[in-house]
């Protein structure tokens, strides 16, 4: 099985990336491939810049990454309650040129915040609108108080019932 994960971020210390590819390396035997958004450049997008360029060449370079997965881990980071804009304008791209983006591959949902709230209202907003987009959600689980829960340095979850919560939702990857 191969799992594409990624963090919904451009950052290059993304909790979301973290938590992402911690989540897919659960998946006994998975081959795992990490994507990081920054390799997906794109203009921002407009019906305009359509016109004059055509497709995207991030887009569809992301595109044929998802494609190329048996399942996703993606872990969504939140900027001021929405998408980040850079993971926003990527897949606005994306969706011009496939709009079932995730192909109705099996899929794990994420999201975590450094706070309290675990980015749950970004996690809403991608699970409520995934069926548009050809997401195929067998788990989602929020994380809050990052930093907290999860230890860096180790790459391991210190509490244990968000391991569990992760565990879990790895497994239904498989349908295990």
Known sequence: MKIVAFGASTSQTSINKALATYTAQLVEDAEVQVLNLADYSVPIFS?????????????KRFLADIASADALVISFAEHNGHYPAA??????????????VYADKPAVYLATSPGPGGAKSVLGAATQS?????????ASVSVANFYDVF??????????????QLKQAAAALTGK
């Open 87 to 100: 993971y926003k304008n990527l897949f606005d791209w994306a969706t011009r040129i496939d709009r079932k």
């Open 130 to 138: 995934a069926g548009f987009f050809g997401g195929n959600i067998k």
């Open 47 to 59: 019906e305009q810049t359509e016109k004059d360029i055509g497709q995207a060449e991030g887009a």
């Open 151 to 164: 230890d860096l340095e180790t790459n391991t979850v210190k509490n244990e019932d968000i391991a569990l």
